[in-house]
């Protein structure tokens, strides 16, 4: 048996409703958050990562101006 390019193949079902499901080309676009996950993870972890360095770095060594930043103080501190 040949497959003629005229012939399609048969879509899948909706579950539940017995119609054919859309196309992946009709879909719902993505959103930029779909589309850059991760970027978006990564970028975040390594501020992190870069922000618990500056801390610890702050802190071991005792530099004033690291201490002083809004992120460091202590609660209640001005």
Do not use: C
Not at 11 to 25: F, H, K, M, R, V
């Amino acid at each position: 048996m040949t497959d003629s390019p005229l012939q399609s193949e048969p879509q899948a079902n909706t579950p539940g409703t017995g119609e054919p499901s859309a196309p992946a080309s009709t879909a719902k676009p993505n959103s930029p958050w779909q589309k850059h996950k991760a970027e978006i993870g990564l970028a975040a972890l390594v501020l992190y990562v870069f922000l618990l360095a500056l801390g610890t770095v702050g802190e071991l060594l005792d530099i004033e101006w690291i201490l002083d930043l809004p992120l460091f103080r202590p609660p209640g501190k001005f």
